[in-house]
C-alpha cells in the first residue's frame, strides 16, 4: 500500500502562484495514476487534475490552464504548480493514486483513489 504525503499548502495573494508536492512511500508510483483533489469546508471533495503513469493529463474547466500536474517516477513525486489563484481556490488540498487501469472517464471520482494523503491547505485571499 502506498503512503501519500502533501506539502507546500500555505497563504497566497489572489492572482499569486503556489506549488504543492506529494512524495509517495511504499510502493513507486510509475505503476499508479495520480490525482490531485480539493476540499472546501460544507463542500464534497472535487478533483482537479490527474496524470497517467504514460503522460496524459486530465483537467477541470477550472483548472485547466491555471494548473499543471506534474509528476516524477523517479523521485515518486507529484507536483500540482497553481497560476492565477482565486479566493475561490482557498481548500485542503489532497494527493491520491489510484490502479494504472482506472479508466479516464473515472478520474473525476474519488472512489477510483484507494489511497489518500493526509492534505495541505491552501488560502488565497487578500
Known amino acids: 500500500q502506498v503512503q501519500l504525503a502533501e506539502s507546500g499548502g500555505g497563504w497566497v495573494q489572489p492572482g499569486g502562484s503556489l506549488r504543492i508536492s506529494c512524495v509517495a512511500s511504499?510502493?513507486?508510483?510509475?505503476?499508479?495514476?495520480m490525482g490531485w483533489f480539493r476540499q472546501s469546508p460544507g463542500k464534497e471533495r472535487e478533483f482537479v487534475a490527474a496524470?497517467?503513469?504514460?503522460?496524459?493529463?486530465f483537467y477541470t474547466d477550472s483548472s485547466k490552464g491555471r494548473f499543471i500536474i506534474s509528476r516524477d517516477n523517479a523521485k515518486n513525486t507529484v507536483n500540482l504548480q497553481m497560476n492565477g489563484l482565486e479566493p475561490e481556490d482557498s481548500a485542503v488540498y489532497y494527493c491520491?493514486?489510484?490502479?494504472?487501469?482506472?479508466?479516464?472517464?473515472?478520474?473525476?471520482?474519488?472512489?477510483?483513489?484507494?489511497?489518500w494523503g493526509q492534505g495541505t491547505q491552501v488560502t488565497v485571499s487578500s
Open positions: 496524470a497517467r503513469r504514460f503522460g496524459g493529463t
Open positions: 491520491a493514486a489510484a490502479p494504472s487501469s482506472a479508466i479516464a472517464s473515472a478520474l473525476r471520482s474519488t472512489h477510483t483513489y484507494d489511497a
Open positions: 511504499g510502493r513507486s508510483i510509475s505503476s499508479l495514476t
